[in-house]
């Protein structure tokens, strides 16, 4: 996976597999972004904590992502 944001070129993600889920870390010149995707019932959780130079650890986003159908919708690509 990779990604990009704010003021900054894309960022290749570095992770590990676990029995739970999987991290992914991006690291960017003013902070590192810990991605963990965990187990949840029949979904994932993912959350994103960012670690900056000199901070304590802060939560920077959490998500709950969950399946769903996409019968009857249409797509325009």
């Known amino acids: 996976m990779d990604t990009f944001g704010g003021l900054y070129e894309p960022s290749l993600g570095l992770g590990a597999a676990s029995s739970d ?3 992914i870390d991006y690291r960017f010149p003013d902070a590192i972004y810990h991605n ?3 187990r949840l019932g029949r979904g994932w959780r993912w959350t994103i904590v960012e670690q900056a130079p000199g901070k304590p650890d802060k939560l920077f986003a959490e998500y709950k992502l969950a ?3 996409c019968r009857g919708m ?3 690509f």
Request: charged share 25%.
């Open 36 to 38: 963990r995707f965990e």
């Open 21 to 23: 889920g999987f991290s």
């Open 67 to 69: 399946p769903a159908s």
């Open 74 to 76: 249409t797509f325009d």
